[in-house]
C-alpha cells in the first residue's frame, strides 16, 4: 500500500483537504508533534496555540519505545503501541493525516515517515506552524476513537545494523556535519561516524524560509552524493528522527528504494564492536 498524497503539502493543498473534510469526503486528521530533545517543547506548546482541530501526539512516549541496549534512544514503538496512539488521536483505518511542527519539520517526519512506511495516507505540511494563516486555537482536542488496524512494521522499509555494515547501499549521515566530523558528540556513546557514509545533514533539505526545497533541487543533492532510482539508499542520525526528514526529501524527490537505520548512531556508537570512522570522508 501506498500514500495517494505526496510527502510534502503546501498550505493551499491543506486548505483544499480541509474544504472535502467540511464536506464530508475526506476524514482529515491533523497531528501536532511539536517536540525539543531537551523536553522544551510538548504538550504544553500544542496547548498555548495549535492549529484548529489538531490533537497532539508526543514524540518520546508515542512515536517511539522507551531507549534500550541494542536499538538505541529512539526505537520504533511496537506495531499494537503505535496502532494505540493512532486511535487515541481519532485516526481510523481510512484517514488522510497531515503532521506538522513549528521546527524544522524533522518531528512531523518521524510520524509521517512512519504512516506512510505502514500504508497510511499521511503527508508533512511544509512550513509547519508558520505556514499557517488563520488563527490557533487553545483547547485540548479529544477527538472519538479511532479505528486504525495493526499493521506490522515493514521489513522492506527498515535496515539493521548488520545491513549498513555489509556495504552496497548508499549510507546517508543526517546529522550535522561537525557531529558527522567526530569534532562534537554531545549525546552518544562514541563520536564520529558508521565508515562508508556520506553526510547530508536534513537542514540542507531547506530553503531559507523553513520550506523543504523542490523536488527537482532534492534530486540534484542526492544524485550527487550517489543515490539512484536502482540502488538501495539507508539513511539515519542520532536516533532515527530527523533521519525522516531525509527519507522523506528522498522520496519527494524521486528515491522509491530508500530504507531507515532506526537505531542510528546511538545503537551503532554503543557496540564496540562496530567501527567508527571520523573527519570529513566517509
Request: glycine share 10%; proline share 8%.
Amino acid at each position: 500500500m501506498t500514500s495517494a498524497l505526496p510527502p510534502l503539502i503546501d498550505l493551499a493543498h491543506l486548505h483544499a483537504l480541509r474544504t472535502q473534510a467540511a464536506e464530508g469526503q475526506l476524514a482529515l486528521h491533523l497531528l501536532d508533534v511539536r517536540w525539543a530533545l531537551d523536553g522544551s517543547k510538548g504538550r504544553d506548546t500544542y496547548l498555548a496555540g495549535h492549529l484548529p482541530g489538531a490533537v497532539y501526539i508526543d514524540l518520546d512516549t508515542e512515536l517511539a519505545a522507551p531507549a534500550r541496549d541494542g536499538a538505541g534512544r529512539h526505537p520504533l514503538p511496537s506495531a499494537e503501541d503505535f496502532a494505540a496512539s493512532l486511535r487515541r488521536a481519532g485516526v481510523g483505518a481510512g484517514s488522510t493525516v497531515i503532521a506538522y511542527d513549528d521546527t524544522n519539520g524533522a518531528p512531523a517526519a518521524r510520524l509521517v515517515w512512519m504512516l506512510r512506511a505502514l500504508g497510511h495516507d499521511a503527508a508533512v505540511l511544509n512550513g509547519g506552524l508558520a505556514a499557517w494563516d488563520g488563527a490557533l486555537v487553545t483547547q485540548d482536542e479529544q477527538p472519538a476513537p479511532g479505528d486504525v488496524p495493526v499493521r506490522e512494521w515493514p521489513e522492506s522499509r527498515l535496515a539493521t545494523a548488520d545491513e549498513v555494515a555489509a556495504g552496497g547501499a548508499l549510507v546517508i549521515d543526517a546529522r550535522a556535519a561537525e557531529r558527522y566530523r567526530g569534532e562534537s558528540e554531545p549525546i552518544d556513546p562514541r563520536a564520529g561516524h558508521i565508515p562508508g557514509a556520506v553526510n547530508l545533514p536534513f537542514s540542507g533539505n531547506l530553503d531559507e524560509h523553513g520550506h523543504f526545497l523542490p523536488p527537482e533541487e532534492l534530486h540534484r543533492r542526492f544524485e550527487a552524493a550517489g543515490a539512484h532510482e536502482d540502488r538501495d539508499t539507508i539513511v539515519y542520525c542520532g536516533s532515527g528522527v530527523t533521519a525522516t526528514h531525509d527519507l522523506l526529501a528522498l522520496e519527494s524527490a524521486g528515491f522509491a528504494r530508500v530504507k531507515l537505520f532506526p537505531g542510528s548512531w546511538s545503537q551503532w556508537s554503543a557496540d564496540p564492536q562496530r567501527p567508527v570512522a571520523v573527519g570529513p570522508n566517509p
